[in-house]
């Protein structure tokens, strides 16, 4: 079982950084890969970034360049840090960790607003 819990939400100015956090539980958490998720009302949830356990990363197009994602398996968390944010970011954004089709989990979700 994996329980996960982001953190890092907020208001932040257009062109302003936000540093997401997404901690996770069980001793499977560094095994497996990692992604970032967001969902705006009336949309389809969309992948944001994904890391793999040996740290390799893959971002959607909208994330390159201005997203990083990063994990610390010692400490069981994997961020993301968003630089150079724009209204059109604003969304919920979720963590997820995909171990089977049985086992695919997901947090709670942080709200990120963009806004001046």
């Known amino acids: 079982q994996v329980q996960l819990v982001e953190s890092g939400g907020g208001l932040v100015q257009p062109g302003g950084s936000l540093t997401l956090s997404c901690a996770g539980s069980g001793s499977i958490f560094s095994i497996y890969p990692v992604a970032w998720y967001r969902q705006a009302p009336g949309k389809q949830r969309e992948l944001v970034a994904r890391i793999f356990s040996d740290g390799s990363t893959y971002y959607e197009d909208f994330a390159k360049g201005r997203f990083a994602i990063s994990r610390d398996n010692a400490k069981n968390t994997v961020s993301l840090q968003m630089n150079s944010l724009k209204p059109e970011d604003t969304t919920v954004y979720y963590c997820?960790?995909?171990?089977?089709?049985?086992?695919?989990?997901w947090g709670q979700g942080t709200q990120v607003t963009v806004s001046s």
């Open positions: 997820n960790q995909f171990i089977s089709t049985v086992n695919n989990y």
